[in-house]
């Protein structure tokens, strides 16, 4: 299987470095957010294309998710939670304002992921469930409970998923998110934050799928 890989940085890039894989994978640092993921997944793409893209690192982890620092998060859909719009005290979705983020079908910001996402979460020792992409990440335990309410079941918060899931799906290949947890979402404290732990999950995940 030829897979791409697109992380947010350059020392994500280097920490989830697997060597010795069975299986061609190439690795696109694309910047922060889900528009510099979208434009760097796309460019990838039509430079090479491959059978699998997966957007990978680290995240938080919502309220009743049950997930903790370094554990393994795989998306079972990717979902942009923020594009919509706020109608007072509610968030509606694109689909509840007839729109679409394609210009030829109704496809609303959430997006399908690889057949194989089960099976392959089971074999990594990973939760599945949604995965949200977000503009701006939560620092309230209100905003992230609202998160919850709105998508349940919804595992971690990141912010490239969705963008590299967009790009893939215009281009007819299938995407998945791998998330190690590094923290749980909510008010921002750096100190409790572990991102060691959660690129090592991260770089298990990859292990996995590549072997």
Known sequence: ????????TPAEA??????????????????????????????????QPCDLVVSA???????GSGLQAGDLAVSSR????DLGAQDGPH?????????????DRSQG????????AQRFAHAAGAACGPLL???????????????????????TE??????????????GVPALELRGVSNPVGPRDRHAWRIREALDAARHGLSVLLN
């Open 78 to 81: 990717i979902v942009q939670a």
């Open 14 to 47: 280097e920490a989830l470095h697997v060597p010795n894989a069975r299986s061609v994978a190439r690795v696109v640092v694309s910047g922060v957010g889900a528009t510099a993921a979208a434009l760097a997944t796309w460019q990838a793409l039509t430079a």
């Open 158 to 171: 990141g912010m490239e998923g969705a963008g590299v899931a967009h790009a893939a799906t215009l281009l």
């Open 57 to 63: 690192g680290i995240a938080g982890a919502y309220p």
């Open 109 to 116: 910001a959430d997006f399908e992921v690889w057949s194989e």
């Open 91 to 103: 968030f509606l979705p694109l689909a509840q304002l007839n729109l679409s983020v394609f210009p």
């Open 1 to 8: 299987m030829n897979v791409l890989i697109v992380v947010a």
């Open 133 to 155: 992409t977000l503009n701006t990440v939560t620092g309230a335990h209100a905003r992230a409970e609202e998160l919850t309410r709105l998508y349940p079941g919804a595992l």
